[in-house]
Structure formats: structure tokens, C-alpha cells
């Protein structure tokens, strides 16, 4: 497992922060971004270049070579050694612009993928050339692809961006140790794969390593997703395209809620990090929608949606994995205790599983996972009906650097191994609860609990001889508990004036 702090990031950022000057933000994005996408391909291509020229019978110029390799054939116009040669040249924009249409037309499945505005008299072409020269490191070789250098950079500049644009968050590259969990907790090996905001790819990316790291062939699965971001579109296609991973993505990017690019599509896998806490998707005009099986969720909070949403794409044996901020496992508003009632009583929810802090660029939200069976009793497994696995995973993983944590290869295997274990996977061993880590709990008892998914609530603390947990560790905890006991106490207030109201008696 590569490490996640390559450590120059934020240097990087500094540097390429300067072509902004004036640019707006959101504008800016599509050049840093276009110009990762060019080096990516270029190295890739470069390496095998260098590799073929080695070899004495081979013709480094032969672009089948390239294709039977899976690495985008790139004519020497648009190779970065030529981009590079000609940075200070006043006419970089046009020549970059010109290497974006011919790996276009060489390459059909990048059409239409690559930004080809880099010639536009707004962008200063003096601070162009310095960031075609700060962008010198490797990011499409295979180490680089190895240690996922491009995914790195390019989460650290999406959180800058939506930092710069004034967002919470809501678009990012998802870490990929935590994409990495999803995948092992529900090995995808064969079928279809459904991601309903499948962002820069990394869901498909991980479930197809999965598959060749576990002596499966890459055909054996089928990727389907949706984006509506245009850029992050736009790039999940190349990531795609890059790895020869062959998704439909739709044949442009579009809201999942609101134009639905695979209506009729049901799926073995889900697996999904929806934005956290969308206030803005539009709702109030779906309230009929038949998606909405288990009750309309609210307008002002799109997380009961993407649940509800990712339910409609299972197939009769589909499984779901996904990631949510931690409020949706306790939320009380009215709508979303209803939906979460119906979701727990149909037995759906197979799993959840608390993260620790820290994982995501972008974000300080703590998150969790959900894991959805659309039957609990197929596919060779244990019978699991009238259960919920929970899993608290908070203290687990370990700091890269002064602010961002990640899961280790134990951390993950410890966490897969617990859920396959309870599921009767042979290979995973004797399922037993772990106080404070683990628990299997019967749907009676989550009904008493109000339909709270918690897992705290259920672990219990695990023995310790002391008090070993950090003071803000303890804070976090407690003030998360005692916000449940206020949205409890203030929802058993709403009751009593509902009731009392009822018999005449306003207050």
C-alpha cells in the first residue's frame, strides 16, 4: 500500500496557483486539470517509447504496440517533451490546444473529454510555460500510477477549488483506502458495477484491480456510472479510458436525481461516496418520484435520496456499499426516521460501519459506511435475516501527516474479515462480537434504540484499564451522543405539543 503523503502537493499548488491571477476558480480548474491529463497520457506513452526502443526488433514509432498495451497512442506533436521544448514560446496555448485534438482523434474513447482552450487570450501564456515546467514530475508511469501520484494531486486541487469556490466539500476525489475498504468488504468479482456519482472513477478503478488481484479476468465485470460534474466527468472518462476499463458513463455528464442516465439498469455491486448534505438537489420537484419507495426525503437534505436511489439499482441479490456523514445514521427530522424505520424493518441494511476522522482532503465530516443486501439469505451465505452488523472503526487507521489519517492494509483487512466472518464466508473464520469494536445485533433491539444505526450505541466499550482516550477523541464522542439525546428530547417535545395540541391544549 503506497503511502498517501507524497509531499509536495501543497508545493505544487503554490505553484500552479500562480497561472490563476485573476481567472475565476471554477475556470482555472479546467487548465490545472487538462494539463495533469496530458502528462498522465504523455508519461504512460513515454515509458513504453523508452521500453520498445531497447528492444531490437521492435519499432518504438508502431502504434499498435501502444494499443495492445492499453496506453493512449500519442503522436509527437502532443508528447510532453515537445509541449515542454516549446513552453516559452508566446503560441504554448495553441500548441497545447493542438496536442488535445490529436490524441482526441487518435484516441475515439477520449472525444469530447479533453479541455482545448488553453489558446484564449485571458490566459497568460508567460505563467502557462512555468506551470508546464513546475508539472515536470512523473504522474502516468507505472510507479507513479502505482502510489497513484495523479489521484493524489488532483484530490489536493479539487479541495482547493471547492475551498476557492466556496463549497462544503461536495466534490472530491474519494481517498482510496476508503474506496479500497468498500472493494474488499464487497469484492466485486463479477456482474455488474453501479456508481450513481462515480466522480474521477476511483470505485471502477479499485473493483477492476480487485478482480486481477484475485486471478479474475477485467471482462468479468460490467461499470456503469453517472457524473454531473462536466470536468470530473470528464476526467473519470480518461481514467477509464487510461486503464482500458470499458464504462458507460453516459454520453454526457448529467444529475442523477434529475435525468437518470440508466433508468432500467439493476446492479450486482453499488458502490458510491455521494456528496455529504446536498441542500440544494432540487427535491421539491420529485416528489412523486417512484424512487421514493420508503417515503419522500426531505428538500433540504439529499442523503435519504442517494439511499433510496441505490436501493432502486439492486438487483434481487445486489449488495451496496457506500459512504454517508455519520448524521444520517441518527438524523431525527420526521421524514428521514420514517424512511430510515422502513429501511431497517424491510431488512436492508446488512452492515454499518464508523470511520475515523480525517480521512478526506476536503472535508473534516465524520463519515460511515452503509451497507445494503437486497436479500440477506442468497448467494451462498449465512441466513442473515433480522440482523445488522455494526462495526466502529473510529479509533483504527493512522496519521500521514500532521492533519490527514489512513487506513492501513490491517486496518482494512481487520474491518472486511469481521464483516465476511458474519456473513459465513469460510475463509474469514468464526464471526464473534468484540466489545467496543464490533457487534451483531438483532432488528428488535435497533427498533427499541428508536432505529438509531450508531454503531457506538450497540459495541459497547471495550475493557481497558485506564482511560486511554484522547480528550478530543472523548469530546467528539460525548458532544456526537449528546446531539443524539437533544434531537430525541426534542423530537419527544414535538410529540407531546402535537398530542397536547390534539386535545386543545396549545403551548
Not at 421514493?292 to 451496496?320: E, F, M, R
Amino acid at each position: 500500500m503506497a503511502t498517501a503523503n507524497i509531499g509536495f502537493e501543497e508545493k505544487l499548488w503554490t505553484l500552479a496557483d500562480k497561472l490563476r491571477g485573476s481567472m475565476d476558480s471554477a475556470e482555472y480548474k479546467h487548465v490545472a486539470l487538462g494539463l495533469l491529463f496530458l502528462k498522465y497520457v504523455s508519461d504512460a506513452f513515454e515509458e513504453k517509447y523508452a521500453e520498445l526502443e531497447l528492444e531490437p526488433y521492435a519499432d518504438a514509432e508502431d502504434r499498435d504496440e501502444y494499443v495492445a498495451a492499453n496506453i493512449f497512442w500519442v503522436p509527437k506533436e502532443a508528447r510532453w517533451t515537445h509541449i515542454q521544448a516549446n513552453a516559452k514560446k508566446p503560441e504554448i496555448g495553441q500548441i497545447i490546444d493542438n496536442a488535445m485534438i490529436l490524441i482526441e482523434k487518435e484516441n475515439p474513447s477520449l472525444k469530447g473529454v479533453l479541455p482545448k482552450d488553453f489558446s484564449r487570450p485571458a490566459l497568460d501564456k508567460t505563467r502557462l510555460g512555468e506551470v508546464i515546467d513546475v508539472f515536470s514530475f512523473k504522474v502516468g508511469d507505472k510507479d507513479s500510477r502505482s502510489k497513484d501520484v495523479l489521484g493524489r494531486v488532483y484530490e489536493y486541487f479539487l479541495s482547493r477549488f471547492a475551498s476557492a469556490e466556496g463549497k462544503n466539500g461536495g466534490e472530491f476525489y474519494t481517498p482510496s483506502s476508503v474506496v479500497r475498504l468498500l472493494v474488499e468488504m464487497l469484492e466485486p468479482y463479477k456482474g455488474r458495477i453501479y456508481d450513481p456519482c462515480c466522480g474521477s472513477g476511483g470505485m471502477f478503478v479499485q473493483s477492476e484491480k480487485f478482480v486481477e488481484e484475485h486471478q479474475g479476468k477485467a471482462g468479468d465485470i460490467a461499470v456503469y456510472g453517472q457524473e454531473s460534474n462536466p470536468t470530473t466527468w470528464r476526467l473519470c472518462k480518461m481514467n477509464l479510458a487510461i486503464r482500458g476499463i470499458d464504462g458507460n458513463l453516459g454520453e454526457y455528464n448529467a444529475d442523477t436525481f434529475h435525468n437518470d442516465l440508466h433508468k432500467n439498469m439493476k446492479a450486482d455491486y453499488i458502490l458510491a461516496n455521494p456528496p455529504f448534505n446536498i441542500s440544494d438537489w432540487g427535491g421539491q420537484r420529485l416528489t412523486e418520484d417512484t424512487r421514493w419507495q420508503y417515503g419522500i426525503p426531505p428538500a433540504g437534505n439529499a442523503n435519504y435520496a442517494w439511499i433510496q436511489h441505490i436501493v432502486s439499482k439492486l438487483a434481487p441479490s445486489g449488495v451496496a456499499g457506500f459512504v454517508l456523514a455519520n448524521g444520517s445514521m441518527s438524523t431525527s427530522t420526521t421524514s428521514e426516521i420514517e424512511i430510515r424505520r422502513k429501511l431497517v424493518d424491510a431488512d436492508l441494511v446488512d452492515c454499518i460501519v464508523t470511520l475515523p476522522g480525517q480521512l478526506f482532503y476536503s472535508t473534516q465530516i465524520p463519515v460511515c459506511l452503509w451497507f445494503m443486501a437486497k436479500n440477506k439469505s442468497t448467494r451462498g451465505l449465512r441466513d442473515r435475516r433480522g440482523e445488522i452488523l455494526f462495526i466502529d472503526a473510529r479509533k483504527m487507521g493512522h496519521m500521514v501527516d500532521r492533519t490527514h489519517k489512513e487506513l492501513g492494509a490491517e486496518d482494512m483487512k481487520k474491518i472486511a474479515d469481521t464483516y465476511h466472518a458474519w456473513r459465513g464466508q469460510a475463509e474469514a473464520g468464526q464471526y464473534e462480537d468484540v466489545k467496543g469494536f464490533c457487534k451483531a445485533e438483532m432488528l428488535a433491539e435497533v427498533q427499541k434504540h428508536e432505529y438509531i444505526l450508531t454503531p457506538g450505541r450497540y459495541v459497547g466499550i471495550e475493557d481497558a484499564e485506564e482511560d486511554s482516550e484522547p480528550f478530543e477523541d472523548k469530546m467528539v464522542r460525548l458532544t456526537s451522543e449528546l446531539a443524539e439525546q437533544f434531537a430525541k428530547s426534542r423530537q419527544l417535545e414535538d410529540e407531546i405539543r402535537k398530542q397536547l395540541g390534539g386535545i386543545g391544549f396549545e403551548f
